[in-house]
DNA sequence: TTACTGTTTTGTAATGATTACAAATTCAGT
DNA sequence: ACTGAATTTGTAATCATTACAAAACAGTAA
């Protein structure tokens, strides 16, 4: 997705695309890693120096508040985020700490949730060794 | 259960039952509302003044790494501690913070989780609106 | 252009959970 | 009681995240 139609995306959300924020998104758009807020900071910093973490934290609040990201909170010491909203699970290697994503369909998801609650958000969260580290 | 078999679960486990790792594993299993390490300390620090949030950290590590009870990352904030550690997913809701237990079988959650990858753990968080507070 | 207004960004300081560490305590075995 | 290992305790450090206020920015009307 090219600048223009995230700035569109933004907008679209009540978010005003500026050039921060269309900086993060498009990071986490074409860095399907699930980084972390430290992470992109890091990365964007070298073409705006003047970049501020807070502004990555106040940004991934926005884009998670609009629904245009989501929260991956599978490791304890840090938060992650992921561009990726269709429905998938993740799995985190012990080993290298790495974070993947695994397909799942809300239809087989669904019918394991529960009666009584209304849930808005679900999140399958696996840990173990990854083949890389085996 | 009473303290003499919790005494030999941990001996089981290689965890040598102090009266405080005792305090600790008997609060998590009489209190199944996932407490966070705070609330655990506020709990017991009345019956042992002298309790340490320290103790209560390394015994929640002790008792995660033998397996005894389950760490919940559900909450961005803090962590909570299950002693439930038959299959079960967890709901949190986002008005008032409970985190809930439903019944969830591991025979249908397994067909779900990836291939390739040596599971070794794994959690289903759900967020949105509890019964109580709608 | 200039002044005005609301929004966004930035940098620093505060918060708060968790960990590191070393001294004090407990405890088993001699 | 004495020794040595394990445990507990309290304090200090770490580090992700948030609070906050000043500076920068964008748009609009005069």
Redesign the pocket.
Known sequence: MNKENLSAVLRQHG??P????LAVYAYLQSHRTHP???TVYQALVKE???????????????LTDAGLIRVVTID????HFDAGIEDHGHFRCSRCGTVYDFPLSADTVRPLLPNGFSVTTWDIYTNGVCPHCQ
């Open positions: 978010i005003c500026t050039q921060q924020r972390t807020v430290d705006q120096p003047s970049l501020s973490r807070t502004t990555v934290y106040n940004t991934m609040r926005a304890p010491d840090e938060q």
